[in-house]
């Protein structure tokens, strides 16, 4: 893991103040930036992204005050809200210090990961197989006016065909291989960013389409819920 627990403690230490009051207010969420900042996020763009998109808004109501923790988070369905650095390193890889105007998002989840990429990216498109975690995220989604994020409710082994080719795509559910397809959509050049499990361990990788195959970036060892078949 790349990720101490140490500064998990650190940061409960930190909140244990201001219980009650203010655990979801733009001063927490500052914390939190200031903590991925030290723990080795460079991008200034996805700091600024993570500052104003209020992820308390993507848990339910009794998890609010645990938000701005750096923890995965369960939602519904058995699935989980991935930890903020996760979301961080994995948006930064993704950008590249470019800037992609196309992504394609597998495993949206509560939404919050697409919601990044909405203040980063001109056009996300982002697939769910379980049609209620879609519908809760459409939902918040359009609350906070994120009107450059097209959701799809597919298995998303099959990627997006009609809306290849993208810039990059992002897997946020460990694969066991590499989807054939979802590679086909990268345009040359683009990245894939994906957790890969590889002899019982999950790994994040990413991977840059060239002339003749892929360029390969290990970003350190994780911990996500595995991509499924099919439909819910
Ligand atoms: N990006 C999400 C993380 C969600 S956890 C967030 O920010 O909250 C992973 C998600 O991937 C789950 O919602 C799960 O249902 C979804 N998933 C798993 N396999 C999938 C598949 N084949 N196609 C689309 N979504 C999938």
Redesign the pocket.
Known sequence: MPRGDEGMIHHRKLDKGSRGIGMTSAGTRGRLVDRLRDHGIRDERVLKAILQVPRHE?VDEALSSRAYEDTALP?S??????QPWV?AKMTEALLDGGSPQKIL????????????LAHLVPQVF?????KE?LKT?RRRFHALGLHNIHTRH?????GWPSQAPFDGI????AARTL?SELLEQLRPGGLLVLPLEQQGQQRLLALRRSEDGFEETDLGGVT???????L?
Request: glycine share 10%; no cysteine; aromatic share 6%.
């Open positions: 993507f939602i369905n058995r699935q989980t809200i991935s979301v998002e597998i495993g949206t989840g509560s939404g919050y990961q697409a919601a990044i982002t697939v769910e197989r379980i975690l995220a597919a298995d998303g082994h099959l992002i897997i946020t559910a989807p996500f819920v595995p991509l499924l078949s099919g819910e």
